[in-house]
């Protein structure tokens, strides 16, 4: 009897531990949002300092990223609700292919004497 159980007590333990690990969405884990947006915003800089993104494209960018920084604030007034975690969510998940085709776009930033050379 005690082997039944401890047998039932294991499987219980590594079916949870497997749910858990699943993770959060789509086949990725669950960040927080603040993490979120430091990442989204490293990213950015990223595209800025390499010379990826223009001035117009990383304006844009910030453009949207601070929308949802204000969203965001708006929907943790009084918690977030699962509604409001989704709509983020997938504000989230705009930005970041907003900013991944932007940064693959071949438009170039040049400075002062770096011109493109073709």
């Known amino acids: 009897m005690k082997t039944i159980i401890i047998a039932l007590a294991a499987a219980t333990a590594l079916s949870a531990g497997a749910a858990s690990a699943q993770g959060y969405g789509y086949g990725r884990e669950w960040m927080p949002i603040e993490r979120r947006l430091e990442r989204l915003d490293h990213r950015i800089d990223q595209g800025v300092r390499s010379g990826q993104l223009t001035r117009r494209e990383a304006y844009q960018l910030r453009a949207q990223f601070n929308g949802i920084v ?3 604030a708006r ?7 699962n509604w409001e975690r989704a709509d983020l969510d997938r504000r989230f998940d705009t930005l970041s292919a907003s900013i991944r085709m932007a940064r693959s776009d ?7 004497n770096d011109y493109p050379r073709y």
Request: charged share 40%.
């Open 75 to 81: 929907y943790s007034r009084n918690g977030l609700s």
């Open 106 to 112: 071949d438009d170039r930033r040049y400075g002062y």
């Open 70 to 72: 204000r969203l965001e």
